[in-house]
């Protein structure tokens, strides 16, 4: 089993930053994507940020020039960097982890326990 710990929420004001930290209990093998995901009040959860296992990411429109997505495979680990943070940017932020499955076209989830961001006067 892999438990995915998220760090870094907060209370912050708009035009400020934030960097939410996700670390994975172990190291993973087979990481087909990493992402951050979020979720409102009333709304569905959404993909915000997604990073690939060739580097390459992946960003919501709203948030493109705004966050940035990164990771540290020796930390197994992976950051969201958050810039010009807006009240629309409240949201459980949750982190993703997809597993490669040998043959198979579909990979194995993990998710983290979620933390709060808000962005407030």
């Known amino acids: 089993q892999v438990q995915l710990v998220e760090s870094g929420g907060g209370l912050v004001q708009p035009g400020g930053s934030l960097k939410l930290s996700c670390a994975a209990s172990r190291s993973i093998d087979n990481i087909r994507t990493m992402a951050w995901y979020r979720q409102a009040p009333g709304k569905q959860r959404e993909l915000v940020a997604m990073i690939g296992s060739g580097g390459t990411t992946t960003y919501e429109d709203s948030v493109k020039g705004r966050f940035t997505i990164s990771r540290d495979n020796a930390k197994n680990t992976v950051y969201l960097q958050m810039n010009s943070l807006k009240p629309e940017d409240t949201a459980v932020y949750y982190c993703?982890?997809?597993?490669?499955?040998?043959?198979?076209?579909?990979?194995?989830?993990?998710w983290g326990q979620g933390t709060q961001v808000t962005v407030s006067s």
């Open positions: 993703n982890v997809v597993v490669q499955i040998s043959g198979s076209l579909y990979g194995r989830n993990y």
